[in-house]
């Protein structure tokens, strides 16, 4: 079963707008992280959020972490259409740290011009 | 930069033909992964690596999926006999375990079985 569940599975704003995303999960982590997919590509990473941290920044990207809920956010601010792209968590499991990243479903943010 | 590498990128072939694909994971890192991405059922995990030792290939169809690594620079995924339902993109990931390490993917090998 999956272990993250991203929210909504699509999501469609106006460059300039924010985007949030969410991120539910099921079991304990370590951390959680953020990828970003854009079409006929890999995924890259953007930010990486420890078990014990409740919130991190990077440039545009705030990501928060609830660890008592099992939820992450992702939020980009002021949009642009190349923020175009499908956005997944990962979770890596606690316990046997690091055996594995489990992804969910994604999340397909359109930035309209 | 240092990247995953796979290849091929992308391979279109017959129901019944064998696959393989490869992946030369970034040099240094210890723990590579297979995953497979439709848009049915998004990103499933199906093997990896530590030390080129396997430590979970539960997600992959034991019966025609194979995965190995020969060596600390080639990982190989291999279908036997190809069939439709595995048309898909491919990916390989990797990364190093310690505190909070990311896993860097290749771009995917796209498969089409036909």
């Known amino acids: 079963s999956q272990q993250g569940e991203e929210d909504p599975q699509a999501l469609s704003i106006q460059e300039g707008e924010n985007a949030t995303m969410n991120c539910s999960y099921k079991?304990?982590?370590?951390?959680l992280q953020w990828y970003r997919q854009n079409s006929g590509r890999g995924l890259v990473h953007l930010i990486l959020i420890r078990s014990n941290e409740r919130e991190k920044h990077s440039g545009r990207l705030r990501v928060t972490l609830d660890t008592s809920k099992k939820s992450s956010s992702l939020l980009i601010t002021a949009s642009r259409a190349a923020d175009t792209a499908s956005y997944f968590c990962?979770?890596?499991?606690?316990?046997?740290?690091?055996?594995?990243?489990?992804f969910g479903p994604g999340t397909r943010l359109s930035v309209l011009p | 930069d240092a990247r995953v590498t796979q290849t091929p990128r992308h391979k279109v072939t017959e129901m019944g033909q064998e696959v393989t694909m490869r992946c030369q994971p970034i040099l240094g890192h210890n723990t590579v992964f297979w995953y497979r991405q439709t848009m049915m059922q998004g990103l499933e995990l199906l093997a990896y690596?530590?030390?080129?030792?396997?430590?979970?290939d539960s997600g992959m169809p034991k019966d025609r999926f194979s995965a190995e690594m020969p060596d600390a620079t080639l990982a190989t995924l291999k279908i036997q006999p190809s069939e439709p339902r595995d048309s898909a993109v491919y990916f390989c990931?990797?990364?190093?375990f310690g505190t909070g390490n990311t896993i860097y993917f290749g771009e995917g090998s796209w498969l089409t079985v036909v």
């Open positions: 079991t304990s982590i370590n951390n």
């Open positions: 690596f530590r030390n080129r030792a396997p430590l979970d």
């Open positions: 990962a979770t890596d499991g606690s316990g046997n740290y690091g055996q594995n990243f489990v």
């Open positions: 990931a990797s990364g190093t």
